[in-house]
DNA sequence: CTTGGAAAGTCAACAAGGCTGACATAAACT
DNA sequence: AGTTTATGTCAGCCTTGTTGACTTTCCAAG
């Protein structure tokens, strides 16, 4: 059944295609289950000392990644309504860690910036999380982080893909 | 532009390390936030017509995995607390979706089952998630697949690990 | 210059799904 | 007999998501 699609790579002899059966297919998903509570516990815990929230801790990162965007721009990364992303950024604020601009060219914008004491808890999360990612990819090698990058790329909706996009011509 | 990728190949003899910068740890952070979103979207669209949640997927999930489970056993694997579990478990056994027998050799366990109909709505969820989770795999390819697991093993907490591990006796 | 509509902010109300704490029951263990 | 374990349940709280309605600001097209 199905004919093959290029499954990408060599595959030498017998189409296995066992990776494709649906008790792999469970099992990845239980591993992204597994997964993704690993990849946040260590953000949730410092979270918790500073009464913030998953949420906060993501306007932040995106913040971080991308000074000046616009709250437009962070709804449609983050996909949540205005109202919920409102609450959030307000707080961040009211407490001095975020600030907003109006913008220059088109003054109904606001730009977000992080502030000092906002990079400070950008810093603190970042680096727990990276501190795991770190450990997993060296644990892995490069040959399986290349592979965990595609898939999950694989996984995104088409219309995210373009958020994940912003690569960074890293200089040189 | 970049040798960047090539990482994932050769990285013969230099000792790289190119894949553990922090712009690579960034990257796989959001590969992370942006794929889990899509992993759990079209379950999301489904429960909708059913008035259920996330929560109400995973138990489906866990209980179709391992027929006859325990409240307690399910508790630790979802990690939530059990007046949490108890609200979704409740809803799902008044909506006849799932059964609870006390137990034989232990009378004060409960020992779950998926009914007829809770058995057709997990294979609902499961076939939209695999289906995604299949052309994923499929335009990615084994090696990226094989690649892909072991970074997700490496990120869980290790507690985590061992219920990631029953692999697969349950007798489908 | 007026006006339509986009961007942003705000208020109110509500729901899902986490949490804690307290308490009840039955069964098993010591 | 007394303690621990497994489960269930009530009550209340918090975060973070949702709709809907409304206002203010302000760019840009008519």
């Known amino acids: 059944m199905m004919a093959d699609r290029g499954t990408a790579n060599a595959l030498v002899s017998g189409e296995s295609l066992l990776f494709l059966t649906d008790e792999q297919l469970r099992r990845g998903i239980e591993a992204m289950f597994f997964a993704y509570r690993g990849f ?17 801790h993501r306007a932040i990162h995106f913040i971080n990644r991308s000074p000046g965007t616009t709250v437009n721009n ?3 990364i983050l996909g949540v309504t205005k109202q919920s992303l409102n609450r959030v950024l307000r ?13 220059t060219r088109d003054k109904r914008e606001r730009h977000l ?16 999380q990276r501190s795991r990612m770190r450990a997993a990819y060296r644990a892995a090698g490069p040959e399986a982080v290349a592979g965990f990058r595609t898939v999950l790329e694989q996984m995104m909706d088409p219309d995210m893909r373009r958020h994940y996009q912003t690569t960074t011509e890293s200089a040189s």
């Not at 946040?40 to 906060?56: E, F, K, S, V």
């Not at 707080?91 to 913008?103: K, Y």
């Not at 910036?113 to 727990?128: K, Q, V, W, Y």
């Open 91 to 103: 707080a961040l604020v009211d407490d001095g860690l975020v600030e907003s601009r109006v913008g």
């Open 40 to 56: 946040t516990a260590d953000p949730d815990r410092i979270l918790q000392n500073y009464a913030y929230g998953r949420a906060h």
């Open 74 to 76: 962070l709804l449609d």
């Open 113 to 128: 910036f992080l502030t000092d004491a906002g990079t400070a808890l950008e810093r603190e999360l970042s680096d727990a």
